[in-house]
């Protein structure tokens, strides 16, 4: 079962005397996706390392699944955590399946416990097992070694995901695929992931919300859609980049905005859940300022302009 | 007798023998740095030889002193003459292999650029190269100074007069005095030597950063 | 007399000096193994006593070889016992260095993969950082053994006895035969045991996956 995460209070303060995290309180809801964004610097990392308490707290408590994490014994807070970092971290002399199998040793699963998981997270990340099994890490390509790097994350079954910049590492095809079956795991698992990216475009399409730090402080926090809208300040606006308003379009479906029944013969089509964006793209590709909308069975039942969206966005600002 | 009675009654000996072996050391390090270099220098010219001449040198010298020793008397005799072999081997090579590799390590484009200007091969061997390479080759001297001590040492066998002398005699007349004095004394030149040269190869290094 | 008559008349004694001499270097090298690579894990534990250790194992290696001999009989007599533990303290430098250094330069973030996961300080050492140390730990493992098998040629003078009797009579009666009869044994296992230990270590790094 998923569980929450919460931040009450945190700070952190260094050696050397730098707050690297102010008073940081935020709530991560079971089974959703946050995303901490921010500038190097801004302590998201560094929050994200005490939740498996890589690094303690100087003030302040976090709690997962309303347990705080100074309660749990430390290997037993990380077994129960999964851990995905940028650079992977495969033990380069062990199998992937040994790889994988680390967690679930640990705790002492049977062996034929552990054979099974392992083979159905190597489905669950896209690794066929029969091929994949024996293989060194230095026989994979980047994007098959953070697939394993993931599979391991998640092999004891943890109720929550911690995630390092995990695709940074990796070519933007290859990172692009893998967001993407990110998103159909955890369709599937509902987990709790907790993400750092400095990579918006990924923020947007990762997180069901999203918090933006500076300088250690939480400057917002809220829905893709809303930080897109409405951004906090100057600061923030620019972190979501000049195409922001297009990255808000990213986020609402099409059927949101859309005037129903039968439209016209507009070449453009746009399927109802997808995106404005991808209803404008279509719209220029086609060379048409409109775009009919199609249902699931595939039948017309509506329509949208260009003006239409552009309206949106502006009435949303 | 103690240690201490010992050296009332022989210290003269012991400072002729300590005497002997600084001014041993002094000259074959001296002579063996200027031939390592020089060698070393020629060695890395011809950039070829240097990858053939490095994993040689690593042979020869991973060989024990006593054997260098021992083959060399057939050939040179005893005396002075007899250390030539182990105290080239022990002593020219680490030099030598140093300064070819070191030479080899410096950034072929600082070269160009040296070159680039208008200064002579000889001046961007003495001017840039060299200094370059300065820190790797005080490591060669360093290694080469603490196995000259030690080949010193040993060469005591073959009638060399050093502190090894006071060694062999305690081992042969089971005279603990001379042979811990022996001991102790080229223990601390060694290390003394060593610390030295540590020294140099550091300030080699903050010089060039 | 000549090399060749000489050998095939005391090669039984030349075979008996070479078990004897192989046997104490290796006695020497096993010692300084199960006292080196401990020391090593302490450096990398607790990393404020690693200059120490490597400093004060980096002077006795500085120390000549015959002064070292020549140290142990005052302190414990003459025979096999001191010849091994003169060897043992020479060869904690290359285990103790290369034990550390191994555990130094495993890559930050496996380190880090390790500890995320949950594994403790003692599964991590045991599990990931040793396994992945091996091949340099075994370098310095070949660097010891070469160079004891080289010092075991002193201890002879200190009546332990080794291929060292015949380089060092052959030397006081100026016969080349012995000199040779001695020698020739000592670099080939000198020789040997570099090869063999080279061959190990390519292995190791093959079965980390790294080579």
Same mark, same amino acid.
């Given at each position: 079962?998923?569980?929450?995460?919460?931040?009450?209070?945190?700070?952190?303060?260094?050696?050397?005397?730098?707050?690297?995290?102010?008073?940081?309180?935020?709530?991560?809801?079971?089974?959703?996706?946050?995303?901490?964004?921010?500038?190097?610097?801004?302590?998201?990392?560094?929050?994200?390392?005490? &939740?498996?308490?890589?690094?303690?707290?100087?003030?302040?408590?976090?709690?997962?699944?309303?347990?705080?994490?100074?309660?749990?014994?430390?290997?037993?807070?990380?077994?129960?955590?999964?851990?995905?970092?940028?650079?992977?971290?495969?033990?380069?002399?062990?199998?992937?399946?040994?790889?994988?199998?680390?967690?679930?040793?640990?705790?002492?699963?049977?062996?034929?416990?552990?054979?099974?998981?392992?083979?159905?997270?190597?489905?669950?990340?896209?690794?066929?097992?029969?091929?994949?099994?024996?293989?060194?890490?230095?026989?994979?390509?980047?994007?098959?070694?953070?697939?394993?790097?993931?599979?391991?994350?998640?092999?004891?079954?943890?109720?929550?995901?911690?995630?390092?910049?995990?695709?940074?590492?990796?070519?933007? &095809?290859?990172?692009?695929? =893998?967001?993407?079956?990110?998103?159909?795991?955890?369709?599937?698992?509902?987990?709790?992931?907790?993400?750092?990216?400095?990579?918006?475009?990924?923020?947007?399409?990762?997180?069901?919300?999203?918090?933006?730090?500076?300088?250690?402080?939480?400057?917002? =926090?809220?829905?893709?859609?809303?930080?897109?809208?409405?951004?906090?300040?100057?600061?923030?606006?620019?972190?979501?980049?000049?195409?922001?308003? =297009?990255?808000?379009?990213?986020?609402?479906?099409?059927?949101?905005?859309?005037?129903?029944?039968?439209?016209?013969?507009?070449?453009?089509?746009?399927?109802?859940?997808?995106?404005?964006?991808?209803?404008? =793209?279509?719209?220029?590709?086609?060379?048409?300022?409109?775009?009919?909308?199609?249902?699931?069975?595939?039948?017309? &039942?509506?329509?949208?302009?260009?003006?239409?969206?552009?309206?949106?966005?502006?009435?949303?600002? | 007798?103690?240690?201490?009675?010992?050296?009332?009654?022989?210290?003269?000996?012991?400072?002729?023998?300590?005497?002997?072996?600084?001014?041993?050391?002094?000259?074959?390090?001296?002579?063996?740095?200027?031939?390592?270099?020089?060698?070393?220098?020629?060695?890395?010219?011809?950039?070829?030889?240097?990858?053939?001449?490095?994993?040689?040198?690593?042979?020869?010298?991973?060989? $024990?002193?006593?054997?260098?020793?021992?083959?060399?008397?057939?050939?040179?005799?005893?005396?002075?003459?007899?250390?030539?072999? $182990?105290?080239? %081997?022990?002593?020219?090579?680490?030099?030598?292999?140093?300064?070819?590799?070191?030479?080899?390590?410096?950034?072929?484009?600082?070269?160009?650029?040296?070159?680039?200007?208008?200064?002579?091969?000889?001046? %961007?061997?003495?001017?840039?190269?060299?200094?370059?390479?300065? $820190?790797?080759?005080?490591?060669?001297?360093?290694?080469?100074?603490?196995?000259?001590?030690?080949?010193?040492?040993?060469?005591?066998?073959?009638?060399?007069?050093?502190?090894?002398?006071?060694?062999?005699?305690?081992?042969?007349?089971?005279?603990?005095? $001379?042979?811990?004095?022996?001991?102790?004394?080229?223990?601390?030149?060694? %290390?003394? %030597?060593?610390?030295?040269?540590?020294?140099?190869?550091?300030?080699?290094?903050?010089?060039?950063? | 007399?000549?090399?060749?008559?000489?050998?095939?008349?005391?090669?039984?004694?030349?075979?008996?000096?070479?078990?004897?001499?192989?046997?104490?270097?290796?006695?020497?090298?096993?010692?300084?193994?199960?006292?080196?690579?401990?020391?090593?894990? +302490?450096?990398?534990?607790?990393?404020?006593?690693?200059?120490?250790?490597?400093?004060? #194992?980096?002077?006795?290696?500085?120390?000549?070889?015959?002064?070292?001999?020549?140290?142990?009989?005052?302190?414990?007599?003459?025979?096999? #016992?001191?010849?091994?533990?003169?060897?043992?303290?020479?060869?904690?430098?290359?285990?103790?260095?290369?034990?550390?250094?191994? +555990?130094?330069?495993?890559?930050?973030?496996?380190?880090?993969?390790?500890?995320?996961?949950?594994?403790?300080?003692?599964?991590?050492?045991?599990?990931?950082?040793?396994?992945?140390?091996?091949?340099?730990?075994?370098?310095?493992?070949?660097?010891?053994?070469?160079?004891?098998?080289?010092?075991?040629?002193?201890?002879?003078?200190?009546?332990?006895?080794?291929?060292?009797?015949?380089?060092?009579?052959?030397?006081?009666?100026?016969?080349?035969?012995?000199?040779?009869?001695?020698?020739?044994?000592?670099?080939?296992?000198?020789?040997?045991?570099?090869?063999?230990?080279?061959?190990?270590?390519?292995?190791?790094?093959?079965?980390?996956?790294?080579?």
């Amino acid at each position: 079962m998923a569980q929450a995460i919460e931040f009450r209070h945190v700070s952190k303060r260094f050696d050397n005397g730098s707050l690297a995290v102010d008073d940081l309180s935020f709530v991560v809801e079971a089974g959703t996706t946050m995303a901490l964004v921010g500038p190097s610097g801004c302590g998201k990392t560094t929050s994200l390392k005490m &939740i498996n308490r890589l690094t303690d707290p100087t003030s302040g408590e976090i709690l997962v699944g309303g347990r705080s994490i100074a309660a749990t014994g430390l290997l037993e807070l990380r077994r129960s955590l999964g851990y995905v970092i940028q650079y992977v971290g495969l033990f380069p002399h062990m199998t992937v399946a040994e790889n994988i199998g680390v967690v679930p040793h640990l705790l002492g699963w049977p062996r034929s416990r552990i054979e099974a998981r392992i083979d159905e997270l190597l489905d669950l990340v896209g690794l066929a097992p029969r091929e994949f099994r024996d293989r060194r890490p230095r026989a994979l390509s980047g994007g098959q070694q953070q697939r394993v790097g993931v599979a391991r994350a998640l092999a004891a079954d943890p109720p929550a995901l911690l995630m390092d910049e995990p695709f940074g590492a990796l070519d933007p &095809i290859t990172r692009d695929r =893998l967001q993407d079956e990110l998103i159909q795991i955890q369709r599937k698992l509902r987990k709790t992931v907790v993400i750092v990216t400095h990579d918006m475009d990924e923020a947007v399409r990762l997180a069901d919300r999203i918090a933006v730090l500076r300088a250690g402080k939480l400057v917002q =926090l809220g829905t893709p859609a809303e930080v897109l809208a409405s951004p906090a300040d100057s600061f923030v606006a620019e972190l979501l980049g000049r195409d922001r308003l =297009l990255k808000l379009l990213r986020t609402t479906p099409v059927a949101k905005i859309m005037t129903s029944g039968g439209g016209g013969a507009a070449g453009a089509r746009i399927a109802e859940q997808g995106s404005l964006e991808e209803a404008l =793209l279509a719209m220029l590709a086609a060379g048409q300022p409109d775009a009919v909308v199609l249902g699931s069975d595939g039948q017309l &039942i509506g329509s949208v302009t260009a003006a239409d969206i552009v309206r949106s966005a502006v009435r949303r600002v | 007798m103690t240690l201490l009675d010992y050296l009332h009654f022989q210290g003269d000996l012991v400072a002729r023998l300590a005497w002997q072996h600084m001014l041993l050391f002094g000259l074959s390090l001296a002579g063996a740095t200027i031939i390592g270099v020089g060698l070393g220098v020629a060695v890395a010219r011809v950039r070829w030889v240097a990858s053939v001449v490095v994993p040689a040198v690593n042979l020869l010298q991973a060989c $024990p002193e006593v054997v260098l020793l021992a083959v060399s008397i057939p050939l040179l005799g005893i005396g002075f003459e007899g250390a030539l072999i $182990p105290l080239f %081997v022990k002593g020219v090579l680490p030099i030598l292999r140093n300064t070819a590799s070191g030479l080899a390590g410096v950034d072929a484009r600082t070269i160009e650029a040296a070159t680039g200007i208008g200064l002579t091969p000889r001046q %961007v061997l003495l001017r840039i190269e060299l200094p370059s390479a300065l $820190p790797v080759i005080i490591s060669g001297i360093r290694v080469s100074a603490v196995m000259l001590v030690s080949v010193l040492t040993l060469t005591a066998y073959i009638g060399v007069e050093s502190l090894g002398t006071l060694i062999v005699q305690g081992i042969a007349r089971m005279d603990p005095a $001379p042979l811990i004095l022996g001991s102790l004394l080229t223990a601390l030149f060694a %290390v003394a %030597v060593n610390y030295i040269l540590v020294g140099a190869e550091r300030a080699a290094v903050n010089r060039l950063s | 007399m000549n090399l060749f008559d000489y050998l095939t008349a005391n090669w039984p004694r030349i075979l008996d000096l070479t078990l004897h001499h192989i046997e104490l270097s290796l006695y020497a090298v096993a010692l300084a193994l199960a006292i080196g690579v401990p020391l090593g894990i +302490l450096c990398y534990v607790v990393r404020p006593i690693a200059a120490i250790v490597l400093n004060a #194992v980096s002077i006795i290696y500085t120390i000549p070889t015959l002064a070292l001999f020549g140290l142990m009989l005052p302190l414990i007599g003459i025979g096999v #016992v001191p010849a091994i533990v003169a060897v043992v303290l020479y060869s904690l430098l290359p285990i103790v260095q290369n034990t550390y250094t191994g +555990l130094m330069v495993v890559a930050p973030e496996i380190r880090e993969a390790a500890k995320g996961l949950g594994m403790s300080p003692g599964g991590r050492l045991w599990r990931v950082e040793l396994p992945l140390a091996l091949p340099i730990v075994s370098a310095g493992v070949r660097v010891a053994v070469v160079n004891a098998v080289g010092m075991m040629t002193l201890a002879s003078l200190i009546g332990a006895g080794g291929l060292g009797d015949l380089i060092f009579r052959g030397i006081s009666t100026l016969s080349w035969a012995l000199v040779l009869a001695g020698s020739v044994p000592v670099l080939a296992l000198a020789a040997l045991a570099d090869v063999g230990l080279k061959a190990l270590e390519r292995r190791l790094a093959a079965w980390q996956g790294i080579a």
